[in-house]
């Protein structure tokens, strides 16, 4: 019985040594990558444009093509060709232009891992991608994820990503007021959806954020209330300005 027991964690490691050891590998090169980054942000800022040396996503690209190819078709794959998605603003030649890895990256993951629940861990940093990457590649890569992927997470992050990358309208020329109108009104089922059948994920979390805005923040409704204090600590409402030119300055740090 015990010798049984030692050949079977003797095939559990045998099973599990190349996706520990791919794990390993995808650390250090991220690793290396983010203190590469972190130099590259240390550089003086009052430097000439011309220079400052390149991001260095450039010099790393190729060393996570070649990871993600060397594990194609395997969820180890899904962090490495999510790393080149994320990258397209500084390996691509421009907004919407983003180059033929970064389609690469797109597709393979649109063929291969869009039924693989492990890309749930990488379509959150894909939300503002549409600007580098533009929205038609990344609009297909959810709607596929949506429809091949049993993982409710998975389901849930496509599809707030998809009703997101809508609403911005992204999608739609800027002259095309009618295109932009249809996909806002896709975005707004969609968000509402996403509440309904997603409950208790972030996703749905982030979705009741944009119903609220759609049905209590458009122009021409009245504005919610909101309370603070002023410079002496005494209450103020917004609601005391009624009928008077009031401007509102979000900010923070980020």
């Known amino acids: 019985m015990r010798r049984f027991g030692t050949c079977l964690v003797l095939l559990a490691c045998l099973w599990a040594g190349p996706i520990v050891q791919a794990d390993v590998e995808y650390d250090l090169l991220i690793q290396e990558f983010e203190q590469a980054q972190e130099q590259w942000f240390q550089q003086p800022r009052e430097a000439e444009v011309s220079k400052r040396p390149a991001h260095p996503a450039k010099d790393f690209l190729p060393r996570f093509r070649r990871y993600a190819e060397k594990h194609a078709g395997r969820s180890e794959a899904i962090p490495a060709l999510g790393w080149i ?16 890895d970064v389609t690469w990256a797109l597709e393979r993951l649109a063929k291969d891992h869009a039924a693989d629940p492990a890309i749930k861990d990488v379509l959150r940093d894909f939300r503002y991608s549409a600007y580098d990457v533009g929205p038609e590649p990344l609009i297909a890569l959810y709607e596929r994820v949506i429809k091949a992927n049993s993982d409710k997470q998975a389901r849930a992050s496509a599809s707030f990503n998809l009703a997101f990358t809508l609403f911005r309208s992204w999608g739609a020329s800027a002259e095309d007021g009618e295109a932009r109108g249809t996909e806002k009104k896709r975005a707004e089922k969609l968000f509402r959806k ?20 759609i049905e209590h923040l458009q122009i021409g409704m009245k504005a919610p209330e909101i309370v603070g204090s002023d410079a002496d600590g005494k209450e103020i409402r917004l609601s005391q300005f009624r009928g008077q030119v009031v401007v509102l300055d979000f900010w923070g740090f980020w």
Do not use: C, L, M
């Open 194 to 213: 996403i509440v309904q059948e997603y409950p208790d994920t972030d996703a749905a979390k982030r979705a009741e954020g944009y119903v609220f805005e």
């Open 85 to 100: 998605v994320g990258a397209a603003g500084q390996i691509s030649d421009g907004p919407g232009k983003p180059g033929a």
